[in-house]
Each structure stands twice: as structure tokens, then as C-alpha cells.
């Protein structure tokens, strides 16, 4: 059983920056890569970004370049960073590894 918990969303302006972080309970996490995702409202829920267990990252296109994902093994912890976001940024942002997903947290970006 694994517990994801993701946090630091909130309101930003357009430009702003903001740092999601998602907290992994269990013993899983040094050795399974880890995801983001987003759903924004009428939409598919999307990959934003994933980290592998060796710190290899990969990114929506939409986001290269402003999103940055990161791993903190020691403290079971995955991490995104959003700089320069856009409206279009404005979702329900979800930690994900294999199966399990955490609850979300909203992220909004206004204009």
C-alpha cells in the first residue's frame, strides 16, 4: 500500500511560480519512478512530467522549458516546480506512481 499526499497549490498570477510537492509513504519510492498530472475542467487528465528511480525526467511539451520535476529519495518526496505559468496551467495537479494516485491539489493561474 502506498499514500501519496501532494501539496502547494494555490492562486498565482500569469508569470508566478509555484513548487508542488507529493510525500510517498512506503518503502517503494527510491525504486519507482514517480509522476505528474493534470485535469483541468471538461478535460482528459494529462502527464505533465515523470521522474525515473535514477532521475531521468521527461515533459509534456507544453511545460519544457517552465517545469521542472525532482526527487528527494530521503525524504520520499517528488517535486514540481512551475515558473513562468500560464492560465492554461490551471488544474487539479496529481502526484502519481504506478498504481496509486494522491488526492490532488489545485492549482489556478489568473490572467
Known amino acids: 500500500q502506498v499514500q501519496l499526499v501532494e501539496s502547494g497549490g494555490g492562486l498565482v498570477q500569469a508569470g508566478g511560480s509555484l513548487r508542488l510537492s507529493c510525500v510517498a509513504s512506503?518503502?517503494?519510492?527510491?525504486?519507482?519512478?514517480m509522476e505528474w498530472y493534470r485535469q483541468a475542467p471538461g478535460k482528459q487528465r494529462e502527464l505533465v512530467a515523470t521522474?525515473?528511480?535514477?532521475?531521468?525526467?521527461r515533459y509534456a511539451d507544453s511545460v519544457k522549458g517552465r517545469f521542472a520535476i525532482s526527487r528527494d529519495n530521503a525524504k520520499n518526496t517528488v517535486y514540481l516546480q512551475m515558473n513562468s505559468l500560464k492560465p492554461e496551467d490551471t488544474a487539479v495537479y496529481y502526484c502519481?506512481?504506478?498504481?496509486?494516485w494522491g488526492q490532488g491539489t489545485q492549482v489556478t493561474v489568473s490572467s
Open positions: 502519481k506512481t504506478d498504481t496509486w
Open positions: 521522474i525515473t528511480s535514477g532521475g531521468r525526467t
Open positions: 512506503g518503502s517503494i519510492f527510491r525504486v519507482i519512478a
